[in-house]
């Protein structure tokens, strides 16, 4: 069935890189996005990937997809306090429900 | 500004008692849905909306319905909330597909039934 996964939590240093995964696992996916929410605040759209793109840079976020592995990751590099949140990794499901399908959700702590 | 706009944000009220948080679009979006956040589930698919007057169950429908007799409009009732409902609810809207923009969320209505 379809299953999005992620770690529930990571932790990193101010200034450090902090690299959060995803799995996924309908194959037929046409985007995967990745959304970002504040504490109190909606969902954010972050950025995105298009499943025949391996990677993706947007200023400190790199996303990188091994379609082989249906593995999903997201990069913030010199993360900031303002990092802190939830992160989302979702798909698009290709079929007549149009859907998106979100993971649980990696909380990020970035500490000072 | 384009946005996706719910009302009440909070909302506390007692078992039994019908409610409804509504939904609004100016974005002119076909795709409109409904889901529940809940603490280590991620987001859940309640119902969702391809267009005016087609709604469909999503993953969790029981206990909610939905309508769509307007476009921009996407209302969630609870005819008898429980407190298995206690939840943060947040409205979607998109183009068919989502595409290069995703769903534009809403500000999400944190619901406590006591």
């Known amino acids: 069935g379809e299953d999005v996964e992620q770690s529930l939590f990571l932790s990193v240093r101010e200034g450090d890189s902090s690299v959060i995964n995803c799995t996924y696992t309908?194959?037929?996916?046409?985007?995967l996005y990745w959304y970002k929410q504040e504490p109190g605040a909606g969902l954010q759209l972050l950025t995105y990937?298009?499943?025949?793109?391996d990677m993706k840079q947007d200023q400190r976020l790199t996303v990188l997809l091994n379609k082989k592995d249906k593995h999903l990751s997201l990069r913030i590099a010199d993360t900031q306090t303002g990092d802190s949140a939830i992160y989302f990794c979702?798909?698009?499901?290709?079929?007549?429900?149009?859907?998106?399908?979100f993971g649980s959700g990696t909380r990020l702590l970035v500490r000072p | 500004e384009a946005q996706v706009t719910q009302n009440p944000r909070y909302l506390i009220t007692v078992t039994g008692k019908k409610l409804t948080v509504t939904c609004s679009q100016n974005?002119?979006?076909?795709?409109m849905s409904w889901y529940r956040q809940d603490p280590g589930l991620g987001l859940r698919q309640i119902y969702y909306?391809?267009?005016?007057?087609?709604?469909d169950k999503g993953d969790v429908p029981e206990g909610y319905k939905v309508s769509r007799k307007e476009k921009r409009n996407f209302p969630l009732i609870l005819e008898s909330p429980s407190p298995n409902q206690t939840s943060l609810y947040f409205c979607?809207?998109?183009?068919?597909?989502?595409?290069?923009?995703?769903?534009?969320f809403g500000s999400g209505t944190r619901l406590t039934v006591v």
């Open positions: 979607a809207s998109s183009p068919i597909p989502a595409g290069v923009g995703g769903y534009t």
């Open positions: 309908d194959s037929s996916s046409t985007y």
């Open positions: 990937i298009f499943s025949n793109m």
């Open positions: 979702a798909e698009s499901i290709m079929d007549s429900s149009y859907k998106l399908i």
């Open positions: 974005m002119n979006h076909e795709y």
């Open positions: 909306s391809m267009n005016v007057e087609v709604t």
